[in-house]
């Protein structure tokens, strides 16, 4: 059919390079929770992506919202794409180490400055949240699909 191997290779070439990056993706889909957008991207024409993070500190009979510092947005864009445990704990001491999110979005401040200086024993949840559509009503409903909590200190 073909004169040389060269015709061969590009004539199959192509279709064989696309189905193993299809099956790269979505093996990382499935294993590592990939964003359907990234990692060749096969998925995005049905997935919406609407991952979102949050994170909190948690302590016994109180939870604080923490603001993510703007400098480690690539921290945050890599949780969110890639959930590992690895990569929440990196965001978790990444926010940990500014101290600033404790400070600027805590509810209450003079609890947040006692939590800075004290020993009190807490931990630093992240959560992963998506948009799931409802197939029934058709409307979008958040859903959280990952959760962690790492202790200063002893995870990182």
């Known amino acids: 059919m073909f ?5 061969a290779l ?9 189905i193993l990056v299809a099956l ?3 093996y990382k889909v499935e294993t590592l929770g990939l ?3 990234k990692g060749g ?23 604080l919202p923490l603001e993510v510092p703007s400098h480690i947005d690539w921290q945050i864009e890599k ?6 445990i690895g990569n929440m704990r990196r965001l978790a001491a990444a926010v940990w180490e500014t101290r600033h999110a404790i400070r600027s979005n805590a509810n209450n401040m003079e609890f947040a400055g006692f939590l800075l200086k004290s020993q009190l024993a807490f931990t630093i949840r992240v959560e ?3 948009m799931e559509l409802e197939s029934d009503t058709g409307r979008l409903r958040p859903k959280r699909i990952a959760v962690h909590s790492f202790v ?3 995870h990182f």
């Open 152 to 154: 200063p200190g002893v």
């Open 24 to 26: 790269v993706q979505i």
């Open 10 to 18: 590009c004539f199959y070439g192509a279709p064989l390079a696309l």
């Open 79 to 84: 949780a969110k794409n890639v959930p590992t």
């Open 35 to 37: 964003t359907p957008w």
């Open 41 to 63: 991207g096969f998925g995005m024409f049905a997935f919406i992506d609407s991952r979102f993070l949050r994170l909190w500190i948690v302590v016994p009979q109180k939870e």
């Open 3 to 7: 004169s040389n191997t060269k015709d």
């Open 128 to 130: 992963l949240w998506e």
